[in-house]
C-alpha cells in the first residue's frame, strides 16, 4: 500500500472516530490523571475476555475503588482479589495482577513502566497489551494487533492465514505516527462496530475503499468450531448446624475459588433434588443437578460456612449458578 493511499485511509479512519468513536468510554479519558498508565491497563486486562458494557457497568469502577493504585494491588490479600474479579471469569488475569504489580514495586520504582519492551517482562501482559498500556497509558506511538484489529488487516490485505508477525508488520505500516492514540482506538471501534466476525457492515466501513477483502469478508474470518465433551454431575449443598460445605480448589482455572462439592458417590440416598442447570467450562459442556442434605455430622473433609459468610467468598460461577437456585428453592 502506497504512501499516499495510507495517508487516506489515516485521514478517514480518524474522520470515522471523531463522529462514531466509542470517546466517552472513561479509560479513555484519562489525560489529565496522574494514575492513567494504570487505569489503562486494569480496563485492557478485563477487556481481554469480558464485553465492554459488562466491564463497564459491573466491575472497571468497583475494582479500582478496592484497589485504586498499583501498590495496593500488590499488597492485596488473593481472597480479596478474586472476590473484587467474581463474576469476570479467567481468573488467572486477576492472580497476574496482583504478580505484575510485585513486579513493578520490586523492579520498577512501583510504576507501570513506560517501554513497551519492560512492559512485555510484566506477568500477564502479552504483545497487544504492552502495545495499548504503552500508547494508551503513556501516548507512545505503538501499533498492536488485537482480535479486532487482525480481522481488519485480514480483510483489508486479503491475508489468509496470516502470521502474528506478519499482522503486526501490517499495523505498524499503518499507524498514524501523529495521533497514535485516536487511531489505535479507532481501529478497536471499526472492529468492534463494523468490522465484525458474521454480518459486517462494510458499507458503513471508513476503510470500504481501500479494503480487498469488502466482498468476501467470510473468507478472512477464522472460526474453528469447538468441540465439547458433554458430562453430568451431582452438586450437593451438604448442611450441617446452618452451615454449607465448601471445598477451595487447587485446580489451575479455579484456584484460590470456592465452590459447593460435586463428586460422584457424595450424594446421600434420601438428598432433596432442588433443580438443574447448565453450564459451559473450558471443554465441557456440563448438565449440573442440585441436591441438598442435612447431615447428621459435619463432614471433616469440607469447610463449613453460613450463607453470611459465603456471601464474602468468591465463588467459581457454577456454584454462584447453584447458590442463586438453592436460595430460590429455600426462600432465602
Known amino acids: 500500500m502506497q504512501k499516499e493511499m495510507i495517508e487516506k485511509l489515516q485521514k478517514n479512519l480518524l474522520k470515522w472516530y471523531e463522529n462514531n468513536g466509542r470517546k466517552t468510554l472513561p479509560w479513555r479519558n484519562l489525560q489529565n490523571d496522574t494514575n492513567r498508565a494504570y487505569k489503562v491497563y486494569i480496563s485492557e486486562i478485563m477487556l481481554q475476555q469480558t ?34 474479579w467474581q463474576g469476570l471469569g479467567y481468573y488467572s488475569r486477576a492472580r497476574n495482577l496482583k504478580k505484575a504489580a510485585r ?45 479486532n484489529i487482525s480481522r481488519i488487516l485480514k480483510r483489508l490485505f486479503a491475508l489468509q492465514n496470516p502470521s502474528q508477525k506478519e499482522l503486526e508488520i501490517r499495523a505498524k505500516l499503518l499507524l498514524n505516527e501523529k495521533e497514535p492514540f485516536n487511531h489505535n482506538q479507532a481501529l478497536l ?3 468492534a462496530l463494523l468490522c465484525l466476525s458474521k454480518n459486517a457492515k462494510c458499507k458503513l466501513c471508513p476503510l470500504n475503499a481501500f479494503c480487498k477483502g469488502k466482498n468476501t469478508p467470510e473468507l478472512y474470518t477464522k472460526s474453528p468450531k469447538k468441540s465439547y465433551e458433554n458430562l453430568e454431575l451431582d452438586l450437593v449443598f451438604l ?29 446421600p440416598s434420601d438428598a432433596v433434588f432442588l433443580g438443574e442447570f447448565k453450564h459451559t467450562y473450558t471443554k465441557y459442556k456440563l448438565r449440573i443437578k442440585i441436591y441438598h442434605q442435612i447431615l447428621q455430622k459435619e463432614n471433616v473433609e469440607f469447610e463449613f460456612k453460613s450463607l453470611e459468610e459465603i456471601e464474602s467468598l468468591a465463588l467459581s460461577k457454577l456454584s454462584l449458578k447453584a447458590l442463586q437456585i438453592f436460595k430460590a428453592q429455600n426462600a432465602f
Open 51 to 84: 464485553q465492554v458494557r459488562v466491564v463497564l457497568e459491573r466491575f472497571y469502577f468497583p475494582f479500582l475503588q478496592q484497589f485504586p493504585t498499583l501498590l495496593s494491588l500488590a499488597n492485596a490479600k488473593e481472597d480479596a482479589l478474586l472476590k473484587a
Open 103 to 147: 513486579q513493578c514495586v520490586a523492579e520498577f520504582g512501583g510504576l507501570l513502566p513506560h517501554k513497551k519492551d519492560d512492559l512485555l517482562k510484566l506477568c500477564g501482559v502479552g504483545a497487544y497489551t504492552a502495545g495499548a498500556v504503552a500508547c494508551f497509558g503513556y501516548g507512545a506511538c505503538e501499533s498492536f494487533v488485537d482480535a
Open 189 to 191: 471501534d471499526v472492529g
Open 239 to 267: 448442611e450441617f448446624g446452618g452451615k454449607f460445605a465448601l471445598e477451595k480448589s487447587t485446580k489451575k482455572l479455579y484456584k484460590g475459588l470456592y465452590n459447593f462439592p460435586f463428586k460422584e458417590g457424595l450424594k
